[in-house]
């Protein structure tokens, strides 16, 4: 069968997928037919963000582990798709910023678990606040049987992602993020979300709280507050940006 007519059956198939967890079922099958046999999706909100981990199939005492010591902060892998908005391949010396000590222990913990073989995808052009992730990992192969084998199907495997990344915008990041494997943001209560729909539409905390919600001005800015606690702003401004970056209003 031809790429492209992979490429095709692909996407027919995706397109009776209805959720998020059925599209990445048959994305990984695809994928690690591939020799991609371990691969995340994440979604980061804006630059200061930490990624939330969407969809992994990634063993799942490295992905804690990858959490724990910092996340996308962490990867050098995102800082350079980041930067750049190039694919980073991660044998790749000129890709990677070792030399950095800050990175030193994701590069000690991708060789214990031997997810040392891929590449890190952006699928969002890095002049969008928001961006998604893949990384694409052929775990437990060597060098050479990447070389050999895996690296050849990129191109491929390039496209199948960003089919992917298509079908997945239809998901609200948000929902997205409060079923994240891992992440940081907690989810919203109903007048939270509520609250913050207001002050987008540009009304004051007396008019959402004696015109539309009915509720004590001390109400509503413990509404707000609670809610730039859990989505990790400092102020209003942020919020406002946050909620609309991940699709809240």
Same mark, same amino acid.
Request: charged share 25%; proline share 2%.
């Given at each position: $069968? ?64 990858? $959490? ?18 190039? %694919? ?61 084998? %895996? ?14 990344? $298509?079908?997945?915008? /239809? ?41 539309? $919600?009915?509720?004590? %001005? ?13 989505? /990790? ?11 609309? %970056?991940?699709?809240?209003?």
């Amino acid at each position: $069968m031809t790429n492209d007519s992979l490429l095709i059956e692909f996407l027919t198939r995706l397109q009776s997928c209805n959720d998020r967890e059925s599209s990445w079922r048959l994305y990984t099958r695809a994928i690690s037919d591939l020799g991609y046999t371990q691969n995340t999706y994440g979604y980061i909100a804006d630059h200061e963000s930490n990624c939330e981990i969407i969809l992994s199939n990634y063993n799942a005492e490295f992905v804690a582990s990858y $959490m724990a010591i910092g996340g996308t902060h962490s990867d050098d892998t995102i800082e350079w798709a980041q930067t750049t908005g190039e %694919v980073c391949h991660w044998l790749n010396p000129t890709h990677r910023s070792l030399d950095k000590k800050e990175y030193l222990p994701l590069e000690e913990l991708s060789q214990d678990f031997n997810v040392c073989n891929g590449a890190t995808i952006q699928l969002k052009t890095r002049y969008t606040r928001s961006s998604s992730y893949l990384g694409l990992s052929a775990t437990d192969s060597s060098q050479r049987e990447y070389e050999r084998d %895996v690296i050849r199907n990129f191109d491929l495997a390039l496209s199948l992602s960003h089919i992917l990344e $298509m079908h997945l915008s /239809q998901f609200e990041p948000y929902q997205m993020l409060d079923r994240a494997t891992h992440s940081a943001l907690q989810p919203l209560r109903p007048l939270e979300q509520e609250t913050i729909r207001w002050l987008c539409h540009g009304l004051t905390i007396s008019e959402i709280a004696d015109k539309k $919600m009915f509720k004590s %001005v001390e109400s509503i800015n413990l509404y707000i507050k609670e809610a730039k606690q859990k989505l /990790q702003v400092r102020n209003r401004d942020q919020l406002i940006a946050r909620a609309v %970056v991940l699709g809240l209003v």
